[in-house]
């Protein structure tokens, strides 16, 4: 599990729309039409997580869905938690 610098955090924040740092950890509030949305792309996600076998903090309310990335536990941001939510704004429709 590679940790990476604040630069390099800094630079990946960057080129994902939406998520920024909180503590040690990488959060998005989403905003879906429906709150079926919001569970469809949670099940996207999962089978992601369950690849990776990494999973995120999530909190649902109605259409927004608050995604953290990163436990309490951990002492800094790693690549994978970078690597996650790469593949959350794919599910999402995102290109990188």
């Known amino acids: 599990m590679s940790s ?7 630079l990946q ?16 509030t989403y905003e879906f039409a429906s709150f079926a949305d919001v569970i469809a792309f ?26 953290r990335i990163g436990g309490f536990d951990q002492y800094e941001v790693h690549g994978r938690d970078i690597q996650l939510a790469k593949r959350m704004e794919m599910a999402n429709g995102v290109i990188f």
Do not use: H, M
């Open 42 to 67: 949670i099940v996207r996600v999962a089978f992601y997580c369950e690849e990776l076998e990494y999973y995120p903090t999530w909190e649902n309310t109605g259409t927004l869905l608050k995604v």
């Open 4 to 10: 990476l610098t604040t630069d390099q955090v800094a």
């Open 13 to 28: 924040l960057e080129r994902l729309q939406g998520w920024t740092l909180d503590g040690n950890s990488i959060i998005k």
